[in-house]
């Protein structure tokens, strides 16, 4: 089993920046893909941006350019860096973790097997 817990959500003014961290424990060594969604109430969750073990990122074309993805495998640890925020980001953030390494990497939340709680991102205008 894999624990995600994420932290970093809060609130900010447009134009402002947040960092999301989500910490895995457990069988880390079986993920290859970390990614983070996000879900606007009464939608479907949608991804935003994911991260291979071997470094390789992708982005939803909405936060190409804002926001950046990085990991520190040494701390089990994954990163959104999120510039620029509109008050159409200010929903909730998943972290996720997939096992199975499909390629390129899954934009369908059902293809993850570990979700984290999420954590609340709010930008006022």
């Known amino acids: 089993q894999v624990q995600l817990v994420e932290s970093g959500g809060g609130s900010v003014q447009a134009g402002g920046s947040l960092r999301l961290s989500c910490a895995a424990s457990g069988y880390t060594y079986s993920i290859y893909w970390m990614a983070w969604f996000r879900q606007p109430p009464g939608k479907e969750r949608e991804f935003v941006s994911g991260?291979?073990?071997?470094?390789?990122?992708d982005y939803a074309d909405s936060v190409k350019g804002r926001f950046t993805i990085s990991q520190d495998t040494a701390k089990n640890t994954v990163y959104l860096q999120m510039n620029s925020l509109k008050p159409e980001d200010a929903v909730m953030y998943y972290c996720a973790a997939e096992k199975a390494g499909r390629w390129p990497v899954p934009r369908n939340a059902n293809e993850y097997n570990y979700w984290g709680q999420g954590t609340q991102v709010t930008v006022s205008s």
């Open positions: 991260i291979g073990r071997d470094g390789w990122t």
